[in-house]
């Protein structure tokens, strides 16, 4: 015994007092000469096949003075984990908390099925990747789980990559909500990142209720411009009645991203969605040459005058301009119209436009065109209502000066016989 013990021939001492029926001293080498050596004593009683009874009582007479992850090492190297059990929960009920023992139970509780995901989600001590690692050879969803809790990414992104768990992956990274993860999942490197992409949109981030996992998760997708994914991201969280649906910051979102990756979407939002900054998302539908969205916005949010400047500016189109006024019928509106006549040269529509909405702001400019165009007539009705807000000579010689024109004699005689700045 001494002479093995010196040499660390200790297998071989066991199998000779093993075989020489010699069990005590077997007992007494481990318990008074090397405690230490235990493990490799069990080994190489294994491969004697003695008796389990006789295996853990040697064990359990030992305890604590043993190495545990030697232990381990050589019972899980026989496929004989669960021969520890006994000694494993002893352990446990004194209070060990090293997580080799705990390493090893959950090893046990996998192999037996005996409901591992609860040790696997409630039990503080054990190590996430050697017991992922041993899950995984039997279950991956399971490894996944201690992987989770360990929060060992690398390990759990490898663990599903390789069988295929892209629903389970994307969870976990919306979970996790670490953008330097989610920089690794994205990157062009990653041959997976498709299959991850599509199990984010598709399932991931529909199912999430916290704000902060649906806003790292779209910077990302926007970090690395996955506009058409966004847009189906967005679609999913915001038109399918989420708890998000009303979300300002992602409507808005949506609305720009499709502005600027596919225009075809973007009426089919400014219909369905009432909680975007109207105003805002024109001026960027304008910035980028998409003026009937940016009319159909303004329409939406009441804006009658920025809606009808669109048309007017940027559409060119004084027609429908016309008849947008004449559908809202708004005194604003109708002076923007007809400044765009006056402009345009189109005095008598100017001077039309100006009398519905009783604006004598630039009357000066009316004379100058009527008086230009010879457009006497009209110039007559547009003084008249001028000459009701504005008390200028300039205005009632005017006015005298196209009943002149017009030979209205009556009139001027009229006129003479009141009160007048002519």
């Not at 190495?67 to 059990?85: G, I």
């Not at 989770?148 to 990559?161: M, P, Q, V």
């Not at 847009?231 to 989420?242: D, F, G, R, T």
């Not at 048309?311 to 008849?323: E, F, M, S």
């Amino acid at each position: 015994i001494n002479v093995c013990d010196r040499h660390d021939l200790v297998e071989d001492l066991t199998t000779y007092l093993y075989n020489a029926s010699l069990l005590k001293y077997i007992e007494g080498y481990v318990q008074k000469v090397s405690p230490q050596k235990t493990p490799q004593v069990v080994g190489a009683l294994l491969d004697c096949e003695a008796p389990d009874d006789f295996v853990n009582n040697l064990i359990l007479s030992v305890r604590s003075l043993l190495p545990v992850d030697a232990l381990v090492d050589q019972v899980e190297k026989r496929n004989r984990l669960k021969l520890l059990t006994p000694f494993l929960e002893h352990l446990i009920r004194e209070g060990s908390q090293d997580s080799h023992v705990h390493d090893a139970l959950g090893k046990i509780i996998i192999d037996t099925n005996n409901n591992p995901e609860h040790f696997l989600t409630t039990n503080p001590y054990y190590n996430s990747l050697v017991v992922g690692r041993y899950a995984e050879k039997r279950d991956p969803n399971l490894a996944c789980v201690a992987y989770k809790r360990g929060s060992c990414d690398d390990a759990l992104i490898e663990c599903t990559n390789r069988n295929s768990l892209f629903k389970l992956q994307a969870r976990y990274i919306v979970d996790r909500g670490d953008q330097p993860l989610w920089d690794k999942v994205l990157g062009q490197e990653n041959t997976f990142r498709r299959q991850l992409i599509d199990q984010v949109v598709s399932t991931a981030l529909p199912e999430s209720r916290n704000p902060e996992q649906v806003s790292v998760t779209v910077k990302a997708f926007m970090r690395h411009e996955l506009q058409s994914e966004l847009i189906e991201l967005l679609e999913k969280i915001v038109l399918n009645n989420s708890a998000f649906s009303s979300n300002a910051n992602l409507q808005n979102l949506l609305i720009l991203t499709a502005i600027k990756a596919d225009p075809s979407r973007v009426k089919d939002y400014i219909y369905r969605l009432d909680n975007f900054d109207g105003p805002a998302v024109a001026e960027k539908a304008i910035e980028f040459s998409h003026y009937e969205e940016a009319f159909e916005i303004y329409k939406k949010f009441g804006k009658k005058v920025e809606a009808v400047q669109v048309l007017l500016t940027y559409c060119k189109d004084l027609d429908r301009a016309h008849d947008y006024a004449n559908k809202v019928d708004e005194a604003p509106v109708w002076s923007e119209l007809g400044h765009a006549y006056l402009e345009a040269g189109q005095v008598a529509d100017a001077i039309a436009s100006y009398l519905r909405s009783s604006d004598s702001s630039r009357y000066l400019q009316v004379i100058e065109a009527c008086t230009a165009a010879g457009c006497y007539e009209d110039l007559v009705k547009y003084l008249l209502m001028v000459r009701k807000k504005v008390k200028e000579s300039k205005v009632d010689s005017e006015l005298l000066y196209a009943y002149a024109r017009t030979s209205n004699l009556s009139e001027i005689d009229a006129f003479l016989h009141t009160s007048h700045q002519a």
